[in-house]
């Protein structure tokens, strides 16, 4: 079983600095679904960076970044401190349709590999993957310090597991699993084709 973790570090500009894992989706917010989506894969679950979110929740732990401000990977490498399994499974915090059995499939393919990384006609995707935390977290360590701040820059120091759009599709539409909430029409569109659709 791995450790999961919702980086939960950034605000959106376009949705006036607000947590856009507060923004509801149908019947509860992304943070609720994705706590219920990895409530069904995992028994240590993260939340990275940000502000404590209130109420708390008894499933997940808080975490702070240690380099607040340096972007998603400052969460992966907090996320890879406090892990207490091997393995990490890590989302963005605004990623409302992502479903337990995408994020198994994608643990699933995870032996022998530092990383597992969904890569779509849209490239990589880094802030939905599985990372082993050793030797992840030298890797990530080492390019804070440097201050490349690129997930993706990571991988040509890792085996990187890439998962195509094809055997993503075994769990779902990868178009739709893997998109994210970065403008008001997107978390309106969503709110519309998710509201009745359950959690996890």
């Known amino acids: 079983m791995p450790s999961a973790a919702i980086l939960n570090g950034g605000r959106s500009v376009r949705f006036g600095g607000c947590d856009k894992g507060a923004l509801v989706v149908g019947a509860a917010t992304i943070r609720e679904r ?3 989506v990895l409530a069904a894969i995992s028994d240590d679950i993260l939340i ?3 502000t404590e ?3 708390r929740d008894s499933r997940a732990r808080w975490i702070p970044d240690r380099h607040p401000g340096r972007g998603p990977l400052a969460g992966l490498e907090a996320a890879l401190l406090h892990a207490r399994h091997p393995l990490v499974v890590v989302v963005a915090c605004d990623m409302p349709a992502i479903s337990a059995a995408l994020l198994a499939r994608l643990h699933s393919l995870a032996d022998g590999w530092d990383a597992v990384v969904p890569r779509t006609g849209r490239g990589y995707h880094p802030l ?3 990372y082993r935390v050793t030797p992840c977290l030298p890797v990530v360590t080492s390019h804070l310090a440097a201050g490349d701040l690129a997930v993706r820059d990571l991988f040509p120091a890792l085996r990187v597991r890439e998962v195509t759009e094809a055997e ?3 769990t779902g539409d990868p ?3 893997l998109t994210n909430v970065n403008t008001p029409a997107e978390h309106e569109a969503l709110a519309t084709r998710l509201a009745h659709e359950p959690l996890s």
Request: proline share 11%.
């Open 53 to 55: 979110p209130a109420p």
């Open 168 to 170: 993503l599709a075994v």
């Open 34 to 36: 994705q706590l219920a």
């Open 48 to 50: 990275v960076g940000g």
């Open 175 to 177: 178009r739709q699993l």
């Open 128 to 130: 939905c993957a599985v």
